[in-house]
């Protein structure tokens, strides 16, 4: 039996968080040993991408909660609540690292150690594969909040790269390029906030009921039309929630048509729009007057 979409979600979810929890203290471990700032600045973004994937978590095992009289729609706006949260902790994880670079680049310090290199190869290797697996379960899941997360390992991994190029520069250029990966991490740290802003936007836009891709819109008034006794769409109106649609149609009909037969109308169009669009949890069917 295939794993659930909740089962696939948590399964990269706490992929991620175990990864995570042994990346942070290696670098931070390595950056105060091998003297370099940007691996503890490297080490903090892994430590909110523990964090993340704890909000995550909880996003995602909220969100698949059954409706109730509370929450008659589910609890699937969880997710892009979630997704937002993460996004900031994203962008203050940014703030924190370009800070730490600064500081690093005017106060007089030791050049990092050559190992320290072998550390970062690792955690862009790894990272790099988490990402793309995220990423691959987050498309299948159609979780807002797991590709925000995917893009958590990316943003590390970007991190862990500027900081290899400015261990490299400041081991190649010897005396006087000492602070090349505090410069490194600030480049870094606006990549992730860059990253941060990017993944807030649509989260914030499912919070306000933005409507979906036009595509599916016009998908569904085109279904709905197929419905033998309908003779238009007058409003079509789409929200998300979590992974799942709902939909608020107005189908007209006939304005001599008897309520038996339009209200028959009405459940074949609900049916059939469940049918052909999985995502589509409910529909509400407002039947219009066929004005002559």
């Not at 370009?98 to 190869?121: D, F, K, M, Q």
């Not at 990272?127 to 979780?143: C, G, P, Q, T, Y």
């Amino acid at each position: 039996m295939p794993p659930t979409r909740l089962q696939r979600s948590l399964r990269a979810t706490f992929l991620g968080l175990a990864v995570n929890v042994v990346f942070t203290t290696v670098k931070f471990l390595a950056g105060v040993f091998g003297h370099s700032q940007a691996l503890i600045a490297d080490a903090v973004e892994s430590l909110a991408d523990i964090f993340s994937s704890i909000i995550v978590w909880r996003g995602l095992v909220v969100a698949e909660t059954p409706a109730d009289e509370n929450h008659p729609y589910g609890h699937g706006k969880a997710e892009p609540i979630a997704a937002a949260v993460v996004s900031i902790m994203l962008l203050i994880a940014a703030g924190f690292i370009a800070i730490r670079s600064l500081l690093g680049i005017v106060e007089p310090r030791l050049a990092p150690s050559p190992w320290t290199l072998v550390v970062l190869i690792a955690v862009i290797v790894v990272k790099e594969i988490l990402f793309r697996f995220v990423l691959h379960e987050s498309a299948h899941a159609e979780s807002s909040v797991m590709e925000t997360d995917a893009w958590h390992h990316r943003a590390d991994a970007i991190t862990s790269g500027a900081a290899f190029i400015g261990v490299s520069i400041a081991l190649v250029g010897g005396k006087g390029y000492e602070t090349a990966d505090n410069w490194a991490a600030l480049a870094a740290a606006f990549v992730i906030a860059f990253n941060g802003w990017r993944l807030l936007s649509p989260a914030l836009g499912e919070l306000m009921d933005t409507a979906p891709d036009r595509k599916l819109i016009e998908q569904i008034r085109s279904l709905a039309q197929k419905i033998s006794g309908v003779d238009g769409i007058d409003k079509c109106f789409v929200r998300k929630m979590g992974y799942q649609f709902f939909v608020d149609i107005h189908v007209v009909v006939d304005s001599q048509m008897t309520v038996e037969k339009s209200h028959r109308i009405g459940h074949e169009v609900k049916d059939k729009l469940r049918a052909e669009i999985p995502a589509v949890r409910d529909v509400l069917v407002h039947i219009e007057p066929l004005k002559k």
